[in-house]
């Protein structure tokens, strides 16, 4: 032992009855005056920045010489009763200036005056507050001592309770992970460590657990439980003592501990435990050395930096590994069917009460696309089959452009196949179809929103009604093709005839017409409601009714008519137990044929709602699963190359794709919201792409009593508008209309 650690441990050893009787007020000007010294080292080594995280005060610190791409979460300690930021930013400042990396240390609240779990709860929402500027949690690793050391396991704890990702790892410094004080070497070790006791650390987990005692007025006691088993029971607690938690599944642990400390047998015991329930951990015991040594930067105790630097890594990955998976069952058929001219790709939209912050916008993206690994991916070529790898950051933000939907080329959705536009308060998320479908679009878009509401706002809304938890990793449920899992024994036939399509001049430049039609949706339901059919029923009625009287005006003779069928998209989530954010959507197909004779829009409506109420059943469904999984797993498909299934999915496509309906009407429904995010949010849009060989497209969605009717067409006629408004008056339904013509922008009533 060098003379100067040998002094220092005679000084800690001679102050140590002083230290262990000291008033609470005391011991916090102590540590404070500690944390200075210990900054002041390597002052011009790093870069300051203070901030606030709710509550809390914190600070971020850059090396100037910064070698990793990971950020530090730094924990301090001092028996959850001391240690302010200065505190905090003493040894914060070492660790950044000598592994250079950034580290971002905090304030937590203190006892007595916050009580358990108020530093857990603080410790979680900086751990948050990293992710939600852009911090990978592997990128992230936790380090603290003492009572610090036993907040970055409690964390761990706490997130895996949470279902929420982990960090990179911990490094524990004299970790307090057992405030029961049951371990051997708190006896052993109680004449040699020469500054701590067992009395001392009842005086810090009293204050902890119950506050102070309000009968002393000079000075500060805290409050003691008079009930020994309850007492016991609250401090085994794994997130009050984590030494007695469930320790399988956290992430790697670097482990300091002096040979000499009462609290020896803490950090022992977790290390075991991580160990235990199958995970790395290593434990660095230094004789004769005491409680947090490692502070203090000893000359021969340097290589314990050189381990943490070793730690960090092989840790925190130089660059993210990409994750990659397998197109679903009915994704395959979208980068197949493609062409230079048409790309499968829908719209949702959310129109907010303020204006939008582009650069705020951007940092909830980045967090946000972090808990969709099966959206914010782009489309790879393979030798067999397409596909999709996550994307190594969020895209950039886009300005709306003078039409929506607008072709997706090629090599764009190779490198983000969805896409974020912003036009003032309107916030629009475009996606390549073989991502998702409305559903697991409505629920990115959803999270993204409350993500945006909490960095500007500090909102923060409840993970329900579809806006899942930004912290929680993804479940596999949600990544599951649900196609493979409910595929029925029996195949579904294909035959179906042809229909009707609407032709016209197209736009020569690719420009997209939208005409959205707003109702009443109370109007609309009761309107269904006296015909006795759903709303998307009596929708797709509506639809037929108005291509009926179209087609007598465009196809004079009656015997080269064709039928008119609605392609009806059907969430298959209502039918099987599928929480899948990929697709998982059939469809139906009712249709009228005008050969057959006049039809009344009653008529229609009885005919449509049989007609889906047949075809949407599980059986039904389960076949048509069935033909689709059946043709994919089929020997010779599954050896072609990617050129040859192409090939033959185009061919599949143009014989049996869009040729049996005239065109789609999707209805996304009824959107509900938190209250929280509801206030923010004035309007929803829901928009499809126009079809590959024919103009048009429809879709609906529903949201604070409006219902947004929106048709879209890449011709220079605007027939089928012009005839369904008309449909809309002669039926008594009120509606306004926008349309973002080149000839008509103004609302039509």
Known sequence: MRPFTKFLRSQLSFFKGFLSNC?????????????????????????????????????????????????????????????????????????????GIKVMCIAYRLAPEHTYPTALDDCLEAYGYLLSHGYAPESIVLCGESAGGGLCYALCLKLKEKGRVMPAGIIAISPWTDMTSSGESYETNKRVDPSMNKTRLKYYSDFYLYGKDEKYKRRTHPRTNPDAEDDLRQKSNPLVSPAFGELDKLPPCLVFVGGDEVMLDDAVKVHEGVIAGGGKSELVVTPDMWHGYVLYGLKENLGDFDKIRKFIKENVPLQKKLKWMSLDNAAKIYPASRNRGWSNVFRLSATLDEKIDKEILQVALDVTVRRFPSIAVRLKTGFFWYYLEEIPSAPEIMDEKPYP??????????????????????????????????????V???TLIAEYLYQRYGIKVPNEKGVLDRLEEPSPKELEDSFQKY???????????????????????????????????????????????????????????????????????????????????????????????????????????????????????????????????????????????????????????????????????????ERKSTFTLSNLGVVTMPPEMEEHVSRMDFLLGVQSTAPYNSAIVTYGGRMYLNIIRNIKESVLERELYETFKELGIKVVAESNSRTNREKLR
């Not at 390597?42 to 910064?66: C, K, N, Q, W, Y």
């Not at 200065?86 to 040894?91: E, L, M, N, V």
């Not at 998320?429 to 479908?437: G, I, S």
């Open 23 to 99: 008033s609470l007020e005391t011991a916090r000007k102590n540590q404070d005056r500690l944390g200075k010294l210990m900054a002041s080292f390597h002052r011009h080594d790093v870069e300051h920045e203070d901030f606030t995280i709710g509550e809390m005060e914190a600070s971020m610190i850059t090396p100037r010489d910064l070698v990793s791409n990971g950020i530090v979460l730094y924990i301090h300690g001092g028996g959850y009763t001391s240690g302010d930021l200065d505190y905090a930013k003493g040894f914060a400042t070492m660790l950044s200036a000598r592994c």
């Open 405 to 442: 939907l607008s072709r997706m080329i090629f090599d764009d959705i190779r490198k983000c196949a969805f896409r974020v536009i912003v036009y003032e308060n309107r916030l629009a998320v475009e996606f390549f179809h073989a991502l998702t479908d409305g559903n697991g679009g409505l």
């Open 487 to 657: 595929a029925g024994p029996v195949k579904h036939p294909r035959s179906e005839d042809t229909a009707f399509k609407i032709t016209g001049r197209p736009e020569t430049d690719g420009f997209r017409t939208n005409t959205t039609f707003i109702m009443d949706a109370e109007q609309i339901a009761a309107e269904a409601k006296k015909r006795g059919v759903t709303v998307t029923a009596y929708f797709v009625a509506l639809l037929i009714h108005t291509n009926i009287r179209l087609q007598e005006k465009l196809v004079k003779n009656p015997k080269r008519r064709k039928p008119i069928k609605i392609l009806v998209p059907v969430n298959l989530r209502k039918l099987f137990p599928s929480e899948s954010l990929r697709n998982f959507v059939l469809y139906a197909t009712p249709g009228i044929d005008p050969r057959y004779g006049e039809y009344s829009f009653d008529e229609i409506c009885k005919s449509v709602y049989y007609q889906m109420s047949l075809q949407i059943t599980e059986k039904n469904m389960s076949a048509r699963i069935a033909t689709n999984v059946g043709n994919e797993n089929t020997k010779i498909l599954k050896i072609a190359p990617l050129f040859l299934k192409n090939l033959i999915m185009k061919l599949v496509f143009k014989a049996v794709g």
């Open 444 to 446: 990115f878009l959803k």
